[in-house]
């Protein structure tokens, strides 16, 4: 059996982030950025980002394969098709802009050193384990996926 080495869901490890952001925009009061119309760009950031993490469940609820992070080798079905033309993560890269949208609605520029973070962590702990496991369940068809689809957007 395979083990990921993140422990932690990536849903959790979105809230753990967004507190993170929080945290630096309270105590950094002078990294402060009035940003006109916060309300309206962190919306449309937060539907973008709700927006993929719903097409990229949805589609594996459509082919009948697991969307658990934490069991990729119960993958019955490799998807391509979808919102997994452009993106391998779609569901992690919505993740990310809902944490952008987090950082403009908190208008402080510190939080926004924390996104590099988290997508280097995701990386490393989810999403490069993630695609060893795919690569070796699906051989030469997900080796083909990678090559012509980008990891994030």
């Known amino acids: 059996m395979y083990r990921l080495e993140l422990k932690i869901p990536p849903a959790v490890l979105v809230m753990i982030f967004a507190g993170l952001m929080w945290v630096a ?5 002078w ?4 940003i006109p119309g916060k309300e309206w760009i962190a919306l449309a950031l937060w539907l973008a980002g709700f927006g993929l993490i719903a097409c990229g469940i949805a589609t594996f609820i459509a082919v009948r394969t697991t969307a658990n ?4 080798e119960q993958s019955s079905a490799l998807v ?3 919102v997994y033309r452009f993106s ?3 569901m ?3 993740f990310l802009l809902l944490l952008a949208a987090w950082n403009v609605y908190l208008e402080s520029g510190l939080p926004l050193l924390l996104l590099p973070l988290f997508v280097w962590y ?3 702990f989810q999403i490069i384990p993630e695609e060893n496991v795919l ?10 996926y990678l090559k012509t689809v980008r990891r994030w957007l």
């Open 88 to 90: 391998r993560n779609p």
């Open 135 to 144: 690569l070796s369940k699906f051989g030469e068809d997900y080796a083909n």
């Open 31 to 34: 990294a402060a950025v009035a």
């Open 25 to 29: 925009a309270e105590f950094a009061p």
């Open 92 to 94: 992690y890269a919505g």
């Open 69 to 72: 992070p934490f069991t990729p």
């Open 80 to 82: 391509t098709h979808g």
């Open 122 to 124: 995701l990386n490393r």
